[in-house]
């Protein structure tokens, strides 16, 4: 994927100007920024929700799965069943049941199946967002901060539940969230927006995401340089 | 609140009803102005097995539903269109305020000027009741949830899936909620319309017959009996919504428990 001098403007504000980057393939790109400074446009304008006032936002990828900030699932059908018919379009029956229950596996709701998202606890419907996500024949994955209303806990452990379905079949993946800690964790490279004509910051990590940990003198010193950026704006 | 408390609670507050009724009988003592429980359920056992009710019913329950199952069509049909098209509900605005501004009796009488008398109760109903269907399926469809229609789409899942799936779900219950209010709504018109033009069978002929020989016990033997028919529409909708979870339920938990079993 590769944004080409792509403007876009809501009335006066002007989110981006002349911006260009392009996404590695099979990698994930966290995108950190403030408030208000083109994380959801650059994602809505990643999966063609909207379209840029000028330049090109380029696709090599096909399909698109999006994981929101809220799980967004069917709420009169089960677990099983909102994963299974976002698959209709692609598979015989045999097969979305097969992909289905084995994404529902990974993400640890084989045991929930028939239960409805009423049913469940915001953790678990997050879950289920993500083995959606996975399930879908997408080769350009979007998160819209997905874990950003849970608490640590929960949150460390959909992350790990995301990092394992991500490895399993590695997709293009732009992660925005708010979070320089996560950002950190999950991205293969961060991506600090704030000014419209270009990013703050473009960095590659080169820390397998394994090896990773929050102490890691490297890894303290990027998130000192994301918190003096977001703090500065 | 569980069911048998709930129930307890319903039974007891319907008998103080009764007993408050009863009570204000004995102490106003003329039977013609305010009967007692006895004469009035003893009338209406006598009509129940009159030869004439089951005719008397039938009529005016095929006046209703001939009237419900037109205002339902049009008006999910007509709010399915406004909800979605801003001009279509501008345009039917003006007519919907109006006519649930305007007394039903007004809408009868004028009705009553214009039309034939068995054409007054379709007419009037319809008039009365469309609002009440129409208004409540468009704020249902403004009701739905655009994020799930973009999740939808950004999913692909095929249109006929995501009517089903989420569209008539999200729906179901304002057009139940619709329904049960239009119905109970057509009950109460219809037999005013009856009331007024006196076909020759209906529920509201006989209370106008009841009221002129001065039978207060028949009009109000009657009236529960008007009663009970927007309370049977009530359950019915009740039970059809219950019976369509259930179903739905049992379904999709079945073809999990098949997958299971599979794989």
Same mark, same amino acid.
């Given at each position: 994927m590769r944004f080409s001098n792509v403007s876009k403007a809501y009335g006066g504000h002007i !989110?981006? $100007?002349r911006f260009s980057f392009a996404l590695d393939p099979k990698t994930i790109m966290s995108v950190v920024g403030p408030s208000g400074g083109g994380k959801t446009t650059l994602l809505r304008l990643a999966a063609g929700l909207i379209e840029p006032d000028s330049g090109t936002v380029e696709k090599d990828e096909g399909k698109v799965s999006f994981l929101f %900030?809220?799980?967004? @699932? @069917? =709420?009169? !059908?089960?677990v099983w069943a909102n994963v299974e018919v976002t698959l209709r379009a692609f598979y015989e029956q045999e097969e979305r049941n097969r992909i289905a229950l084995h994404y529902l596996e990974l993400a640890e709701m084989k045991e929930s199946l028939h239960l409805y998202p009423h049913e469940l606890s915001g953790g678990m419907r997050q879950r289920v967002a993500i083995a959606r996500a996975f399930a879908h024949p997408a080769e350009l994955m979007l998160l819209d901060? =997905?874990? %950003?209303? @849970?608490d640590i806990r929960l949150r460390m452990h959909l992350i790990k539940a995301f990092l394992t379905l991500w490895e399993e079949e590695r997709r293009t993946t732009i992660f925005v969230t708010h979070d320089t800690k996560e950002a950190i964790l999950i991205g293969d490279r961060v991506l600090c927006l704030g000014d419209p004509h270009e990013p703050w910051m473009d960095e590659y990590i080169n820390i397998p995401r394994i090896a990773? $940990? !929050?102490? $890691?003198p490297a890894l303290m010193a990027l998130e000192a340089k994301l918190f003096g950026l977001l703090t500065r704006s | 609140m569980n069911r048998t408390k709930r129930n307890l609670i319903l039974l007891f507050s319907s008998l103080g009803l009764l007993l408050l009724w009863q009570g204000i009988a004995k102490s106003v003592d003329i039977p013609v102005i305010m009967p007692s429980l006895g004469p009035i359920f003893r009338a209406l056992g006598f009509l129940a097995g009159g030869p004439s009710f089951p005719l008397n019913l039938l009529a005016t329950i095929l006046r209703a539903l001939r009237s419900f199952i037109i205002i339902v069509i049009s008006g999910t049909v007509l709010g399915l269109i406004g909800g979605r098209n801003q001009t279509v509900s501008l345009i039917l605005k003006p007519f919907v305020t109006t006519l649930k501004a305007t007394p039903v009796m007004s809408v009868i009488l004028l009705a009553f000027i214009w039309f034939s008398s068995g054409s007054v109760p379709l007419f009037s109903a319809f008039l009365m009741g469309f609002p009440v269907m129409y208004l409540q399926i468009e704020h249902g469809v403004r009701q739905l949830d655009p994020n799930l229609g973009e999740m939808c789409d950004l999913y692909d899942i095929p249109p006929k899936a995501k009517l089903f799936y989420c569209a008539l779900p999200s729906l179901a219950p304002w057009f139940v909620a619709g329904s049960k209010a239009t119905l109970s709504m057509i009950w109460k018109v219809v037999i005013a319309s009856e009331v007024l033009?006196?076909?020759?069978?209906?529920v509201g002929s006989r209370m106008q017959l009841a009221q002129v020989q001065l039978q207060t016990d028949v009009v109000l033997s009657w009236t529960l009996i008007a009663i009970a028919l927007t309370a049977l529409g009530d359950l019915f909708f009740e039970g059809v919504v219950s019976l369509v979870v259930r179903t739905r339920s049992t379904v999709q938990r079945r073809r999990v428990d098949a997958l299971l079993k599979r794989f």
């Amino acid at each position: 994927m590769r944004f080409s001098n792509v403007s876009k403007a809501y009335g006066g504000h002007i !989110v981006f $100007d002349r911006f260009s980057f392009a996404l590695d393939p099979k990698t994930i790109m966290s995108v950190v920024g403030p408030s208000g400074g083109g994380k959801t446009t650059l994602l809505r304008l990643a999966a063609g929700l909207i379209e840029p006032d000028s330049g090109t936002v380029e696709k090599d990828e096909g399909k698109v799965s999006f994981l929101f %900030q809220e799980p967004r @699932l @069917l =709420p009169h !059908v089960n677990v099983w069943a909102n994963v299974e018919v976002t698959l209709r379009a692609f598979y015989e029956q045999e097969e979305r049941n097969r992909i289905a229950l084995h994404y529902l596996e990974l993400a640890e709701m084989k045991e929930s199946l028939h239960l409805y998202p009423h049913e469940l606890s915001g953790g678990m419907r997050q879950r289920v967002a993500i083995a959606r996500a996975f399930a879908h024949p997408a080769e350009l994955m979007l998160l819209d901060e =997905p874990f %950003q209303s @849970l608490d640590i806990r929960l949150r460390m452990h959909l992350i790990k539940a995301f990092l394992t379905l991500w490895e399993e079949e590695r997709r293009t993946t732009i992660f925005v969230t708010h979070d320089t800690k996560e950002a950190i964790l999950i991205g293969d490279r961060v991506l600090c927006l704030g000014d419209p004509h270009e990013p703050w910051m473009d960095e590659y990590i080169n820390i397998p995401r394994i090896a990773r $940990d !929050v102490h $890691d003198p490297a890894l303290m010193a990027l998130e000192a340089k994301l918190f003096g950026l977001l703090t500065r704006s | 609140m569980n069911r048998t408390k709930r129930n307890l609670i319903l039974l007891f507050s319907s008998l103080g009803l009764l007993l408050l009724w009863q009570g204000i009988a004995k102490s106003v003592d003329i039977p013609v102005i305010m009967p007692s429980l006895g004469p009035i359920f003893r009338a209406l056992g006598f009509l129940a097995g009159g030869p004439s009710f089951p005719l008397n019913l039938l009529a005016t329950i095929l006046r209703a539903l001939r009237s419900f199952i037109i205002i339902v069509i049009s008006g999910t049909v007509l709010g399915l269109i406004g909800g979605r098209n801003q001009t279509v509900s501008l345009i039917l605005k003006p007519f919907v305020t109006t006519l649930k501004a305007t007394p039903v009796m007004s809408v009868i009488l004028l009705a009553f000027i214009w039309f034939s008398s068995g054409s007054v109760p379709l007419f009037s109903a319809f008039l009365m009741g469309f609002p009440v269907m129409y208004l409540q399926i468009e704020h249902g469809v403004r009701q739905l949830d655009p994020n799930l229609g973009e999740m939808c789409d950004l999913y692909d899942i095929p249109p006929k899936a995501k009517l089903f799936y989420c569209a008539l779900p999200s729906l179901a219950p304002w057009f139940v909620a619709g329904s049960k209010a239009t119905l109970s709504m057509i009950w109460k018109v219809v037999i005013a319309s009856e009331v007024l033009t006196v076909p020759r069978y209906g529920v509201g002929s006989r209370m106008q017959l009841a009221q002129v020989q001065l039978q207060t016990d028949v009009v109000l033997s009657w009236t529960l009996i008007a009663i009970a028919l927007t309370a049977l529409g009530d359950l019915f909708f009740e039970g059809v919504v219950s019976l369509v979870v259930r179903t739905r339920s049992t379904v999709q938990r079945r073809r999990v428990d098949a997958l299971l079993k599979r794989f």
